[in-house]
């Protein structure tokens, strides 16, 4: 598995098993075979396509898009929205999203201890 402790300046995309512990001052988008455990920051919008999994323990100040065949799991903070448009998005108790919490599409699962935002 793949760790970056640091700071990535710009935009990256994660194909492997990869953890980031640091931050990133850009957006990330996971595709297919990636898998990504975010305990650290992204500064910037957060894209899921499919075949991509995620599971965000530290913060994404943007949005969190999930397209169709993703698969994410809140457990941090989200600053905007987070927006399934077909994959599955389970958010946990313990997470926050400032925005809203939209499905478009696909399946949608909200803990019923969450205290945040739905729609």
């Known amino acids: 598995m793949r760790e970056e402790r640091g700071q990535v300046s710009g935009d990256i995309v994660v194909y492997e098993p990869f953890t980031i512990w640091g931050s990133v ?3 990330v988008k996971v595709i297919e075979r990636g898998k990504l455990y975010l305990r650290g920051s992204v500064y910037g919008d957060l894209l899921v396509e499919w075949g991509g999994r995620v599971h965000i323990y530290g913060n994404v100040t943007g949005n969190l898009l999930v ?3 993703a698969k994410v799991i809140v457990s941090g903070i989200i600053g905007g ?4 448009d077909g994959g599955r998005l389970f958010v946990d108790a313990t997470a926050t999203v ?3 919490i939209k499905t478009r599409s696909g399946d949608t699962t909200v803990d019923p201890k ?3 935002k739905e729609t």
Request: aromatic fraction near 6%; charge should be positive; hydrophobic fraction near 10%.
């Open 25 to 27: 001052g850009g957006n």
């Open 81 to 84: 929205d987070a927006v399934n």
């Open 67 to 69: 397209e169709r065949g």
């Open 114 to 116: 969450y205290k945040g």
């Open 98 to 100: 400032n925005g809203k």
